[in-house]
């Protein structure tokens, strides 16, 4: 058990359809990283928040936006599904946000029908 | 364009067998971390390094850092079908998260 919790572990959407991707960091770690990994494409960096604010941000659609709370969970949005948008969402956490070694949750698994 | 490389894509091996799984790159890392992942689970870390020429080992694993601090292997030794697992290299270059190769599909039949 890495200590990251995402919620839900599966989802089945229609195109066009909106959801709300859930984490929650491990205890103490102040950043959260969202990836998304397909067959082709590998994992694909989306976005970074350190200690609530915006760090970096990678190959992350417009349809697509995130954020981290006070209580430093993060929800990672997605808009406007396509069926291209079918994959596996990770969430990470690390200490800091100095690219230091980072714990991934078990994934949401997206399926866009 | 993927920024680390990884080779072989799939590899298929008998129990007891060694193999070496290579990751490469023409971009410089501050550091370089190898992942393992196995099906529906979130990769998990297995080292680090940081240094260039370091060499770590885990049990049967080794792992190296390039001199140059672009590339990096990974070897076990004597594999077993517990080691069967999808390996990851990752790179970390200040300010960005880290960049993820495509994987090594390891596959270690009894």
């Known amino acids: 058990d890495s200590g990251v919790t995402q919620t839900p572990k599966h989802l089945i959407t229609a195109t066009g359809q909106r959801v709300t991707l859930r984490c929650s960091p491990r205890?103490?770690?102040?950043?959260v990283y969202w990836y998304q990994q397909s067959l082709d494409q590998g994992l694909q960096f989306l976005i970074q928040?350190?200690?609530?604010?915006?760090?970096a941000k990678g190959n992350i659609l417009e349809r697509f936006s995130a954020q981290q709370f006070p209580d430093l969970h993060s929800e990672l949005n997605l808009s406007s599904l396509e069926l291209g948008d079918s994959a596996l969402y990770f969430c990470?956490?690390?200490?800091?946000?100095?690219?230091?070694?980072?714990?991934f949750g078990q994934g949401t698994r997206l399926t866009v029908v | 364009t993927q920024l680390l490389e990884q080779s072989p894509q799939f590899l298929s091996i008998q129990e007891g067998e060694n193999l070496t799984v290579y990751c490469n790159s023409s971009?410089?890392?501050?550091?370089l971390q190898w992942y393992r992942q196995e099906p529906g689970e979130g990769p998990v870390l297995l080292v680090t390094?940081?240094?260039?020429?370091e060499v770590k080992k885990l049990k049967r694993l080794t792992f190296q850092f390039g001199d140059a601090r672009k590339d990096s292997s990974l070897h076990i030794t004597a594999a077993q079908p517990g080691d069967t697992g999808l390996y990851l290299c990752?790179?970390?270059?200040?300010?960005?998260?880290?960049?993820f190769g495509k994987g090594t599909s390891l596959l270690v039949t009894p």
């Open positions: 990470a956490s690390s200490v800091s946000g100095g690219n230091t070694e980072a714990f």
């Open positions: 205890s103490g770690d102040l950043s």
């Open positions: 928040y350190y200690n609530g604010e915006e760090r």
């Open positions: 971009s410089v890392f501050s550091s």
């Open positions: 390094v940081v240094t260039g020429g």
């Open positions: 990752a790179g970390a270059r200040a300010p960005n998260a880290l960049n």
